[in-house]
Each structure stands twice: as structure tokens, then as C-alpha cells.
T-cell receptor, first 115, second 116 residues
Framework: NAGVTQTPKFQVLKTGQSMTLQCAQD?????MYWYRQDPGMGLRLIYY???????DKGEVPNGYNVSRLNKREFSLRLESAAPSQTSVYFC??????????????FGSGTQLSVL | AQKITQTQPGMFVQEKEAVTLDCTYD???????LFWYKQPSSGEMIFLIY??????QNATEGRYSLNFQKARKSANLVISASQLGDSAMYFC?????????????FGPGTSLSVIP
């Protein structure tokens, strides 16, 4: 059972470089999420997608773009990386939209450093 | 705007003792869900317990229980009989919005250390 798969696991970028974090889930989930985790700040929601074809901004969307490529895949793009984007990024998914009791299933995270 | 507050950055508890981790939230929604997740040093996120805003009874899952006080907008996690393996970060989360339940936000977390 793969669950939620994130690639890469580690990445080092120089300021101004671009990159795309990939996320795929094999659980036929409708909703997908991108979070960043910084010490003392918990997980902050960057973008989420309630269903294929829809995306919405979260708490900290500036500097990021997302694409819900299909039901399985939800990618996060940094167009011009900044040191402030150094963080651990988590992708998550949940089964369906519209229910309050659905827990999140998380990927293992991507450690991103921007120099 | 929705917000979750966890006022205890770090907590210590003696092994086999009970501990309460605080969580308060702010929302104008009437219907929402509250969750607790555990993150050990390995980094994985582990779901612990869920409480719905309309649930009349406090949720329980093994050694975990949720002290839900809706009027005070608090959802504290109680861990009974603490074990060394309980040492981890604990995050309170809320699912709910005016239009859908898709948005899920987290609090800043509490680091729990269990002392032998």
C-alpha cells in the first residue's frame, strides 16, 4: 500500500531557482492538500484541492502555484525560490469532500532548503 | 477567519501519569470537525482522535480522550497512562468552512516529553 507518495524527499535550491514538488495518492481520494511545517508554527495550509479540477488558496499561498493534474496527482510549484520557503512540505489527501469527520492521510514529507 | 491555538509549546509528564494538551479554536461555523495528530521524531503524521461539533459525547480512542467544551471552543487531548513512546509533537486540527469541509487547518503544536 503506497498511500500518499511525495517526491523528492530532499531538495536543495539556490535562491531564484524553480522546482515542482510531486504528490500522488493511490486511494482514490477526492481531496488533496499541501502544507508547510516550520518550527513553532505547526502545519500551515498552502493550497488544497477539493476535487479534480478545483484548487483553493490556504493560509500561506504566496510564492506557490499548484496543479491538480488528475484525481491522483497534486503538484506544488515554486517559481522563484526564496530562503523563506525553506521548510518541510507535506502532501495529504482525504476520501471525499463535504464530510467533517474525514481524517487526512499524509505523505512522508519533502525537506526543502533554499540557499 | 478560522484559527487554532495551542498555548503549550512544550510539556513534560512522568511515565504512567495522565497529561492534558490544550487546544482552543475560533470559527464562525456551526458544523466542524476537530482532530488530533501525533508526529514522532520520525516525522510521520499519525491520526489519533476525532470529535464532531454536534457530537454529544466526548470522543475516546484507547488511551486518548478528547475533552470537548463547545461553548468555550476548546478540544483538549487527554492521554492517560503516558508511555515513553508518547514523546512526540501533537497537533490539533480543524476541518470546516462556511462552504465546505474541505479546508483543514492546524495549530502550532505541543511538544510532549515523557520522563521515565
Amino acid at each position: 500500500n503506497a498511500g500518499v507518495t511525495q517526491t523528492p524527499k530532499f531538495q536543495v535550491l539556490k535562491t531564484g531557482q524553480s522546482m515542482t514538488l510531486q504528490c500522488a495518492q493511490d486511494m482514490n481520494h477526492n481531496s488533496m492538500y499541501w502544507y508547510r511545517q516550520d518550527p513553532g508554527m505547526g502545519l500551515r495550509l498552502i493550497y488544497y484541492s477539493a476535487s479534480e479540477g478545483t484548487t483553493d488558496k490556504g493560509e500561506v499561498p504566496n510564492g506557490y502555484n499548484v496543479s491538480r493534474l488528475n484525481k491522483r496527482e497534486f503538484s506544488l510549484r515554486l517559481e522563484s525560490a526564496a530562503p523563506s520557503q525553506t521548510s518541510v512540505y507535506f502532501c495529504a489527501s482525504s476520501p471525499a469532500s463535504g464530510f467533517s469527520n474525514e481524517k487526512l492521510f499524509f505523505g512522508s514529507g519533502t525537506q526543502l532548503s533554499v540557499l | 477567519a478560522q484559527k487554532i491555538t495551542q498555548t503549550q509549546p512544550g510539556m513534560f509528564v512522568q511515565e504512567k501519569e495522565a497529561v492534558t494538551l490544550d487546544c482552543t479554536y475560533d470559527t464562525s461555523d456551526q458544523s466542524y470537525g476537530l482532530f488530533w495528530y501525533k508526529q514522532p521524531s520520525s516525522g510521520e503524521m499519525i491520526f489519533l482522535i476525532y470529535q464532531g461539533s454536534y457530537d454529544e459525547q466526548n470522543a475516546t480512542e484507547g488511551r486518548y480522550s478528547l475533552n470537548f467544551q463547545k461553548a468555550r471552543k476548546s478540544a483538549n487531548l487527554v492521554i492517560s497512562a503516558s508511555q515513553l513512546g508518547d514523546s512526540a509533537m501533537y497537533f490539533c486540527a480543524m476541518r470546516g468552512s462556511r462552504t465546505s469541509y474541505d479546508k483543514v487547518i492546524f495549530g502550532p503544536g505541543t511538544s510532549l516529553s515523557v520522563i521515565p
